[in-house]
C-alpha cells in the first residue's frame, strides 16, 4: 500500500493538478451526467465525455505554465460574465427607482435616479460631464 501511495505521489509530481477551470470542467460533467440520467442521450453523454476528457488532460498536463494562462483566460470571461449578470439583475430590481447609463466618454456604467427631464451628469470614473434625458421616470415635485 505504501509503495503504492508513493507510485501515485510520484506520478502525481509537477503535474497541474486542480483550478477553477477544472473545477468548472468536472462540475459541467458532472451536472451534465445528472440531467442525462434518464434521458440517456448519446450527445449530452458526448459531451459529458469531452468535459471528462479535458478535465483529465489538464489535471495531469506538465505544461504548468500554458495551463495557467488557460485559467486567467477563463477567470476574465467568468468575470466579465457575472458582472454582465448582476448589472442586469440590479437593472430589473431597481427599474422603477435608478436607471443606468453609459458614460459617452469612458463607457462607465452610471447608476443614477430615476427622475424626469433634462440632467447633467458628471462621470465619476473620468470626471467629464454629460447631459441626459430620462423619460418615464417619477415626476420632479
Ligand atoms: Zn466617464
Redesign the pocket.
Known amino acids: 500500500m505504501r509503495s503504492f501511495l508513493y507510485k501515485f505521489a510520484m506520478f502525481m509530481q509537477g503535474r497541474y493538478k486542480m483550478d477553477q477551470l477544472n473545477f468548472a470542467l468536472i462540475s459541467i460533467s458532472l451536472a451534465l451526467s445528472i440531467i442525462n440520467v434518464f434521458p440517456r442521450n448519446i450527445i449530452i453523454y458526448l459531451f459529458e465525455l469531452l468535459f471528462l476528457a479535458l478535465f483529465a488532460f489538464r489535471f495531469l498536463s506538465k505544461n504548468i505554465y500554458k495551463r495557467g494562462a488557460e485559467n486567467r483566460k477563463f477567470l476574465a470571461v467568468w468575470e466579465k460574465t457575472r458582472d454582465f449578470f448582476i448589472l442586469h439583475k440590479n437593472k430589473i430590481k431597481e427599474f422603477k427607482t435608478h436607471v443606468y447609463i453609459k458614460?459617452p466618454?469612458?463607457k462607465?456604467q452610471l447608476r443614477v435616479k430615476r427622475i424626469n427631464g433634462k440632467h447633467k451628469v458628471r462621470?465619476p470614473?473620468?470626471g467629464?460631464s454629460f447631459e441626459k434625458k430620462i423619460h418615464f421616470g417619477v415626476k420632479n415635485k
Open positions: 458614460c466618454y469612458c462607465a462621470c470614473r473620468c467629464e
